[in-house]
């Protein structure tokens, strides 16, 4: 965290709580950090903007020389809108239809594709032309069931076992298959599983099968840290496994290939903070519940994920330890931040800082019980250079009568 307590308590003076408030420093750090990890590599980053979709962060991360993953026709339209070249995109969609197929072929950007009918209904559409092929690595990682994307059951990626077939239908419509790609889940822990996955995909990229290849990429799930107990990831060790197995591929399949990843989480979660405001304590017989005026609406990881997020006492961060359940204003049991947090004494008024918020935090917000979504603040050096303010009630409610009045 660059910003101080102080500095964030300011900020609620002019900003009303809830409060997005990413440091984009931070992605920048993580940004440096991930291409310094692999100087004998040809390495290009496209940020998963699933992950945080916020305008500034994009355009931010672009600059830095990222490109982008998009995985829906609307993200490609919006980072072309603001100035990523269609070279920098990569496509990896899952469930396309052939209006999307055809929406989001003629914008120029790689596919990269997941399962044989998508494939086939691509090459049907855009022969000729070049693509990218999602396999299933045959692994399971990742730090919560839901977001695991490997293993045979997943929906994701093809099969390893089905690359005749792949073969096949990329004969059949003329497709030259340029990149191998996997993604086997995210906040994955285990470099083991992320070896083996990588090691797993390797196995078929051979000159025989796919002649004509440019780059592996290896997805998303870099580690870091959301709670104080979690130690920072080895990528030292991390790297150089990864060069290690690069080396021997590319001396088999006698060319260098440049090495892709796709990070969300690595490089935009530990810039977001979000900023609440307890409005309501209750003693249940001395099980104290701390009631906020945000809730899952605006961060669901908690209640998604049994994700563990840090929060601090802005207010009074000297205050006597308490234990809390630190709760929001959704009309669910399960609108829950934390239970069972040790925290210093939280007071009526006081605010709260949910940390590492940046990624699948804002995105993944909704209207739900028909609150607004908070507004966001980007901050670079401590200084507020962007602002995405307030959808009022009143202009969220006018869109939704607007067509039982037409
Ligand atoms: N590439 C692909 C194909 C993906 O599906 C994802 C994430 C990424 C890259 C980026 O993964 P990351 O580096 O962020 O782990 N909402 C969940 C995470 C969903 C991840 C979906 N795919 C969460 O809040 O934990």
Redo the contacts with the bound molecule.
Sequence with gaps: MYLNKLDLLALTDEHKTPLYVYELDRIQYRYEQLIGMFPEQDLKVHY?I??NFNPYIVQYINKLGAGI?T?SPAEIKLVQKLGVKSEDIIF?ANNLTNEEIQEAGQTGVLF?LGSTSELDRYGKIFPNTKVCL?FNPDVIA???T??Q?GGPLSK?GILLEHVEEVKAICEKHNLSVVGI?K?T????KDQSAYLQAVENLLSIITPENFPDIEFTDF????FIPYSPDEQEYDYGSFASAINERLEALHASYGKKLKLYF?????LV?ECGNLVIQVNTIKDNNGHLIAGTNSGFNHLA?PV??D?YHHITNLSNPDGELKTYDIVGNICETGDNFASGRELPEIREGDYLLIHNAG???FS?ASNYNLRKLPAELCLLDSQVVNHSPVVSDDVLIDRLIANVNA
Aim: charged share 20%; net charge positive; glycine share 18%.
């Design positions: 998963a699933k992950a993953d995985v990896t990269n999602r990742g730090s919560h839901k977001i994307t994701f790609h993604h889940g995210s906040g994955i997805g998303g799930g870099l796709e990070p969300g989480k690595f979660a990881r998604m994920y994700a990624a699948y935090c993944m």
